[in-house]
């Protein structure tokens, strides 16, 4: 998920001594922490959630896969134009603007009465979200001086990730002990949450002037939210079989990709520079971003749904499986971005991700069977392992490519192009497990809750098939990590 991904979204912003005063710097960090904190843990409690939500609302298959994906569209396509807006506008403005709009639309996903209210609900939070994000480290950056900075965004970065392993844990839990309507106050508790982060900001930093000679990409943002919403829209739709209908909306969602890049080179202020993509170890690395985050989007938001509707797993226990995860990344990324320094960063990012495949591989031999706890749980670990190698050293090479007045757009396009891997992945693995899961005589929906040997023979075989692709994905990301990334020059 693409929520595991810590690294700036634009380039840093230099240290402003009249941004805050020096007593309410503590008080940013927190502000940061708790903002990342509702992001990070959305996409983990969503997922787990899922098989109750669905329930609860009615939901058919494709509305849950919209329910996500909603949410990572607007992300995905509108976090560049964030960024900008926070130069364009002030940084603290928009902050607290994204976190405004993100917690309203919360609200109205807790008491939604059905998809249709949920569906758009989910995707205005994606658009607070996309104002958040790139927001949240750079306000650190803006309030902190050089010799302070390093020391805050580790605990930024610590508190993320102890946040991200806790948050599913504890949404496991009440739903597990709460009933499926608890689902709601997980979407109720941004409120609170939200409104310490908006009184801080409101009383705690100086008010920005806004910035005319920044820019906003609209036209390219337009084109992205309607090419990846119309390619969501067609793989969806497929769930069913791939007709005249769903193959147009595809295809028109890929013409509109390739047009991106023709209206980003003719743009005043484009989101995504086209002399980026000259560097062959930029590509290279953002083809591997894309293989790679696919392939753990799609396991992550597949596993909770099969392993709670088939296996009778309760959510509880369904999400300890985050904690290895997170846990591996949290204390293993900043050593393994150090050794990338020596050695490179092709060679971690293609060990880590044949890891992963290796991990993919381990879970759909397993989920046959149904082994959560000996199968699932350890190749968890070893896809925690494999990831720890590979988050930072892609930030090394992603930032290591360009020049330095290209580093921060490099660094949002890596993490635009991360969430739309997560967005493409849920919508075209949906289609692939509904398709696997109906062919191998399922007695309900994939996903939803299902009695006999069937129903559970029928969701392991489709996670099987999802899984087995992914490793295969990952394998790719190998590859094209080790061939396309270089390695630092020697000494002569």
Request: hydrophobic share 60%; glycine share 12%.
């Given at each position: ?271 995504v520079p086209m002399e980026v993509w000259a560097n062959a170890t930029f590509l290279s690395a953002n083809l591997a971003t894309f293989a790679l985050y696919f392939g ?197």
């Open positions: 998920m693409s929520s595991i991904r810590a690294s700036p979204d634009r380039a840093v912003p230099v240290f402003d001594p009249d941004f805050c005063a020096a007593r309410n710097r503590k008080f940013i960090l927190v502000a940061a922490i708790l903002a990342s904190a509702l992001g990070f843990i959305d996409g983990t409690v969503v997922s787990i959630a899922m098989p109750a939500m669905r329930a609860s609302l009615d939901a058919t298959l494709g509305e849950a896969l919209w329910i996500s994906n909603a949410y990572m569209l607007t992300l995905a396509s509108l976090i560049l134009v964030g960024g900008a807006a926070g130069d364009r506008f002030g940084l603290a403005r928009v902050f607290i603007f994204g976190i405004a709009v993100f917690i309203v639309a919360s609200l109205v996903c807790a008491v939604a009465p059905n998809p249709d209210v949920m569906i758009p609900a989910r995707a205005v939070k994606g658009i607070g979200a996309a104002l958040m994000v790139p927001a949240s480290l750079a306000i650190i950056s803006r309030s902190y001086p050089p010799d302070e900075r390093g020391r805050a965004i580790g605990i930024w970065a610590a508190a993320s990730a102890l946040t991200t392993a806790i948050g599913p844990i504890l949404g496991g839990a009440l739903l597990t002990l709460g009933g499926p309507e608890v689902w709601r106050w997980l979407f109720a508790i941004n409120l609170p949450l939200g409104l310490v982060v908006i009184w801080i900001l409101t009383t705690r930093v100086e008010t920005e002037r806004a910035d005319a000679t920044h820019g906003l990409d609209l036209p390219g943002a337009a084109v992205t939210v309607a090419g990846l919403g119309l390619l969501s829209w067609g793989l969806i739709s497929a769930d069913g079989g791939i007709g005249l209908r769903e193959a147009a909306m595809v295809g028109a969602g890929l013409f509109l990709m390739v047009a991106f890049g023709f209206v980003e080179s003719r743009s005043r202020h484009p989101m753990l989007s799609a396991v992550l938001f597949f596993l909770p749904m099969v392993a709670i509707t088939a296996w009778g797993i309760s959510e509880a226990e369904v999400s300890l499986v985050f904690v290895p995860l997170t846990l591996f990344i949290a204390g293993l990324s900043s050593r393994f971005g150090a050794l990338a320094d020596r050695v490179g960063p092709g060679p971690l990012i293609a060990g880590g991700s044949l890891l992963a495949a290796m991990a993919f591989a381990a879970m759909g031999a397993v989920a046959p069977a149904g082994l959560f706890w000996t199968g699932i749980l350890p190749a968890m670990a070893l896809l925690g392992l494999g990831m720890s190698l590979v988050v930072a050293p892609l930030s090394t090479a992603v930032m290591g490519a360009v020049s330095g007045e290209l580093a921060g757009a490099a660094s949002g396009v890596n993490n635009a192009v991360s969430r739309t891997a997560g967005l493409i992945a849920v919508a075209a693995m949906g289609a692939l497990a509904a398709a696997v899961y109906a062919g191998a005589g399922g007695t309900a929906s994939f996903g939803a809750a299902g009695d006999g040997a069937a129903h559970v023979e029928a969701s392991g075989l489709a996670f099987t098939t999802v899984a087995l692709f992914t490793a295969a994905l990952g394998a790719v990301a190998a590859l094209i990590a080790w061939l396309g990334i270089a390695r630092p020059q020697t000494g002569s």
